[in-house]
């Protein structure tokens, strides 16, 4: 086989959406895993691609208003590569106001909105919608954005690898380190690390000092036929009807855990928060339980850039809870620096930032 263009190293959402839009850009792509597709965070159940409030703008919010105005098209074109469909939709989001003072504020966001989302979407407040599937709001009013999107975790990675293969790239699953034909120096031997969790304490250690740590999350997966439903946000959950006829509740955020992988009464908890503040859920039964560990760099913002000592090695880290609405500018700014030269990485995203 040729020498790979690009290796990447991690199966999750970064190292693929990585390797497909190197890919595409003409790139010959190695993907190696070393366990499974999605064997992290990137294998989970929720899948919500929600935007930071439309204020105090910075690079972070910037950034992840780009990459949520790119998802359509970005899954549209792995779906057509790959004939799976990945469960994007851009269905929009309802988030109850609590009081006068919630409404008040986000009466102010809606101008804000307005501006910084550049007419691509809207975040207004209306009256609480009725039906079984509308959260409870105190003021009966309720926010509603139109950006907040879905996206069904497994079944985009699945994507993905299929139309990484269909247009002639390398997926392997059970390799642990590059191949020995990869050089690690220039174009041809470029190596990008996207390996999650476990990619960070690497780095740490590798740099002698902490650039980011792995928080726990517990998720929950319902029954239930709301596929064409806003998501909500309500009682702290992220809940998030999906195109198979699921809907995913999450998560928990754990800094402190013994078994990354098993989930316990805080999810017991969880599950029923979800029932209490959607009356549709609470005769769904739950299906899946599910736990696992998210990548959180220093800054809390994606960790991006060449990796600091080794020459044609990069970092594509710390997607934490917005990895799956980060991906498609992720990996458009990973193919500029590495096949490109060209470094559009924003402030505060630099792996320096977070040493």
């Not at 699945?158 to 034909?181: D, M, Q, T, Y």
């Not at 994606?302 to 500018?329: C, E, V, Y």
């Amino acid at each position: 086989m040729a020498t790979a263009d690009v290796t990447v190293m991690g199966g999750g959402i970064f190292g693929l959406a990585v390797a497909w839009t190197c890919l595409r850009r003409g790139a010959r792509v190695r993907l190696l895993e070393r366990d499974r597709i999605g064997a992290g965070s990137s294998g989970g159940l929720v899948g919500a691609l929600a935007p930071h409030v439309p204020e105090n703008w910075n690079p972070k919010k910037a950034f992840q208003l780009e990459s949520l105005l790119m998802a359509s098209a970005f899954w549209a074109e792995v779906e057509e590569a790959s004939g799976i469909a990945p469960g994007y939709a851009r269905t929009g989001r309802w988030q109850p106001l609590a009081d006068a003072a919630a409404v008040a504020l986000a009466r102010e966001r809606e101008a804000g909105a307005a501006e910084l989302w550049r007419g691509q979407a809207a975040w207004r407040v209306v009256p609480a919608p009725a039906g079984d599937w509308a959260p409870a709001s105190p003021t009966g009013f309720v926010i509603e954005d139109t950006l907040t999107a879905r996206l069904h975790p497994r079944d985009a990675a699945k994507a993905l690898v299929a139309a990484i293969r269909a247009r002639g790239g390398v997926v392997e699953v059970g390799a642990s380190e590059p191949p020995p034909e990869v050089s690690g120096q220039g174009r041809a031997g470029a190596v990008i690390w996207a390996t999650g969790a476990a990619g960070l304490s690497a780095l740490s250690e590798d740099l002698g000092r902490p650039v980011g740590t792995g928080i726990k999350g517990q998720a929950a997966l319902f029954a239930c036929e709301a596929r064409d439903r806003p998501q909500l946000f309500a009682g702290g959950l992220h809940i998030v009807p999906h195109h198979d006829g699921t809907v995913a509740v999450g998560s928990t955020s754990e800094r402190t855990f013994d078994a990354p992988e098993t989930t316990d009464a805080q999810l017991d908890t969880l599950i029923d928060t979800a029932r209490a503040v959607c009356p549709a859920l609470r005769g769904a039964p739950v299906i899946e339980r599910w736990a696992g560990v998210r990548p959180r760099a220093r800054t809390r913002a994606p960790m991006l850039g060449r990796w600091p000592g080794r020459a044609g090695h990069f970092i594509a880290n710390g997607g934490f809870k917005i990895g799956f609405g980060m991906a498609p500018k992720v990996a458009e700014v990973i193919a500029d620096l590495v096949l490109d030269g060209r470094d559009a990485i924003p402030p505060g995203f630099r792996v320096e930032d977070s040493l």
